[in-house]
C-alpha cells in the first residue's frame, strides 16, 4: 500500500511586510520521506549550479532554496543528488518548482532517504514564489507538515 | 503561460545565450561562451559570456564551459591552483597565495607578493 504523500505548508512573509503582513499560504509535496518544519529566507539557485560541488557563494544565516527545474537544461546529477548537495551547500529545505519537467516529480519520489525537507511545487503556487523570486522580493518562508482534517466534508 | 523562448526573452537578452528562460536566464551558451551563474540578491541566473569575470576563470569541456570561482585567498586565478593576485593579507609565490613568505623573501603589501 502506497503511503499517501505528505503536503507541506509554504508560509512566506517579505522582508518589507515582516512586521504587519499576513503570510502569503502556498502547498507543495514532500518527497523523499523528508517531512518536516523548516524555516530562512528565500534564496533562487541555478539548476546549473548544483552540478559540483566548487567553492562557491557561502551564504550567511539560514535560507531555502528554490531551484525552477527545466527539462532542456541537461541533467548534470540526479536529482536525488542535486537536493543532497543544496541541503550540504547549507540549506535548510530545499524546494523543487517542477511546472516545465514533470519527470522531476517521478524521479524526486522514488527516494527515501533526504535529511532535511525537499518540496515539490507546480503550477499556481511555484508561479507565486518564482514571481517573487523574479522581482528579487527578498522574503522569509515557513515550512510546515499541512495537517489534512479527519473528516472528508461531504457537499 | 510561462515564456520561453529560445534565443532572446524578455528575461534573457544577451548575444552568447542558446537557450534560457524568463527566472533561470541563459540554460545553455553559444560555442565559446563560458556560462557564469551570477546572484543578484536573491536571484540567480545564468549569464554567457567571452570571459569569465574577475574573482572567476573558465573551464572548457565537451557539454560546457562554465566560470568557476577561484580560491577563497585568490582575487584571481588562471584556473583553481594557480593564483595572479591574491586578497589582502596573503602574499603570491609561485602562484599561491600564502599569509607568510618563505625564507629570503619579504612581504609586499601594495603587490601582496612575496619579493
Not at chain 2, 11 to 27: F, K, R, V
Not at chain 2, 55 to 66: D, I, K, L, Q, W
Not at chain 2, 78 to 105: A, D, I, M, S
Amino acid at each position: 500500500l502506497e503511503r499517501p504523500a505528505l503536503r507541506a505548508l509554504i508560509k512566506v512573509t517579505l522582508f518589507k511586510h515582516e512586521l504587519t503582513g499576513k503570510p502569503m499560504v502556498l502547498e507543495g509535496v514532500f518527497v523523499g520521506g523528508s517531512a518536516g518544519k523548516a524555516e530562512g529566507k528565500l534564496l533562487q539557485y541555478h539548476p546549473l549550479s548544483l552540478c559540483n560541488t566548487s567553492e562557491d557563494e557561502r551564504q550567511d544565516g539560514d535560507f531555502i532554496t528554490i531551484v525552477k527545474l527545466e527539462r532542456r537544461v541537461p541533467r548534470c546529477l540526479p536529482l536525488l543528488d542535486k537536493a543532497n548537495m543544496a541541503l550540504e551547500k547549507g540549506a535548510q529545505a530545499v524546494i523543487f518548482d517542477v511546472s516545465d519537467d514533470d519527470q522531476a516529480a517521478a524521479e524526486l519520489r522514488e527516494t527515501d532517504s533526504l535529511p532535511r525537507p525537499v518540496i515539490l511545487v507546480d503550477a499556481q503556487d511555484a508561479e507565486e514564489l518564482m514571481g517573487l523570486v523574479n522581482k528579487n522580493e527578498e522574503a522569509n518562508v515557513i515550512i510546515e507538515i499541512k495537517v489534512e482534517s479527519k473528516w472528508p466534508q461531504y457537499d | 503561460q510561462h515564456k520561453q523562448i529560445s534565443g532572446v526573452s524578455s528575461g534573457c537578452q544577451q548575444g552568447g545565450c542558446l537557450t534560457c528562460s524568463d527566472y533561470n536566464g541563459c540554460l545553455s551558451c553559444k560555442p565559446r561562451f563560458f556560462m557564469h551563474l551570477e546572484r543578484i540578491g536573491m536571484k540567480q541566473i545564468g549569464v554567457c559570456m567571452t570571459s569569465c569575470p574577475p574573482g572567476f576563470y573558465g573551464t572548457r569541456s565537451p557539454e560546457r564551459n562554465t566560470c568557476t570561482k577561484c580560491r577563497s585567498e585568490c582575487d584571481s586565478c588562471f584556473n583553481k591552483n594557480f593564483c595572479t593576485r591574491c586578497r589582502p593579507g596573503f602574499y603570491l609565490h609561485l602562484g599561491k597565495c600564502q599569509e607568510t613568505c618563505p625564507e629570503g623573501l619579504v612581504r609586499s603589501d601594495t603587490q601582496r607578493e612575496c619579493v
